[in-house]
Nanobody, 115 residues
């Protein structure tokens, strides 16, 4: 099995910052892209950031300039630096990893932006 352990979620005030981390372990030979998705209340899950093994990144338009994704291939970790957070960023954030021809999702970590 593949294990994705997420951390860093919590409550933050508007304008604040948060850093999410995810560590992949287990049966992860053949790991490819890693990324983050989120699901806000009443909305479908959306992909917000992704990064390839070579370091190429992609961001959803609403979060460009606000989020930065990075990874450590040796440690099989991926992080998401979130700045200038707004209440509309409130969501459950999920770690995502592609392994060979499958993709896996973590359990998610709650991010709440509220004053």
């Amino acid at each position: 099995q593949v294990q994705l352990v997420e951390s860093g979620g919590g409550l933050v005030q508007p304008g604040g910052s948060l850093r999410l981390s995810c560590a992949a372990s287990g049966r992860i030979i053949g790991i490819n892209a890693m990324g983050w998705g989120r699901q806000a209340p009443g909305k479908q899950r959306e992909l917000v950031a992704g990064i390839t093994t070579g370091g190429s990144t992609n961001y959803a338009d609403p979060v460009k300039g606000q989020l930065t994704i990075s990874r450590d291939n040796a440690k099989n970790t991926v992080t998401l630096q979130m700045n200038s957070l707004k209440p509309e960023d409130t969501a459950v954030y999920y770690c995502n990893v592609g392994i060979i021809n499958r993709e896996y999702w973590g359990q998610g970590t709650q991010v709440t932006v509220s004053s």
